[in-house]
């Protein structure tokens, strides 16, 4: 039925002007607004997008909505902390000095944007 479809993702933030600044600056992406609707979108590798909107009771995602397939996970993650990002530890998942978990599934390290959401760097291999 949708097989022809290009079908896209979204998420909400409480702050657009930080998720622009976080995506565009931070993280390097090509962001574009529409002001007359007021929405980002986050183009990706490929013909990806992903549609980003405000919402006055914004609840960050309590899993990870972006995954970054990277090849070297440790130089994405200096990367990131060069640039004020810090990685996040959770309970159940092991991780070493940097925030990176490995050995049990890929090699990951999750982060968050600006209203909570959660990201991950993740070894492209897996």
């Not at 998720?19 to 565009?24: D, L, R, T």
């Not at 998942?93 to 993740?122: C, H, Q, Y």
């Amino acid at each position: 039925m949708f097989g022809d479809s290009k079908a896209f993702s979204g998420f909400s933030v409480d702050d657009l002007g930080k998720a622009k600044e976080f995506y565009g600056t931070t993280l390097g992406l090509r962001v574009t607004e529409d002001e007359g609707m007021g929405l980002l979108s986050l183009h990706l590798a490929g013909d990806t997008t992903v549609l980003v909107y405000p919402k006055e009771d914004h609840r960050p995602a309590d899993f990870t909505i972006l995954n970054f397939p990277v090849d070297d996970v440790d130089r994405a993650v200096d990367e990131l902390a060069a640039r004020g990002v810090r990685t996040e530890r959770y309970e159940g998942f092991e991780a070493d000095e940097k925030g990176i978990m490995r050995g049990d599934g890929p090699t990951i390290a999750w982060f968050k944007d600006p209203a909570g959401n959660v990201l991950s760097v993740l070894d492209q291999g897996f």
